[in-house]
């Protein structure tokens, strides 16, 4: 198993979408915060894409939902 695939495994794991939830949602704080609350909804439309992205949230591709 390559490090691609093992990087994959941990992505589709509960522990994986546990961390890339917790990095999506202090990305999402931090840029809140450095760009203002009028940029908050932009900002978590783009951190639900980069979710569905990484395998997480919905099932619908986020390609559908711009």
């Known amino acids: 198993m390559g ?3 093992k990087a994959k495994e941990f992505l ?3 522990k994986g979408h ?3 939830d917790q990095a999506l949602d202090h990305a999402e704080q931090a840029a809140t915060q450095k760009f203002g ?7 978590h439309k783009v ?3 980069i979710d569905q992205r990484l395998g997480g949230g919905d099932d619908a591709p986020a390609e559908s939902q711009q």
Do not use: Y
Not at 37 to 43: F, G, L, T, Y
């Open 3 to 5: 490090l691609v695939d």
């Open 37 to 43: 609350e009028d940029k908050a909804d932009q900002i």
């Open 47 to 49: 951190r639900d894409q």
């Open 12 to 14: 589709n794991s509960d």
């Open 18 to 20: 546990q961390a890339t």
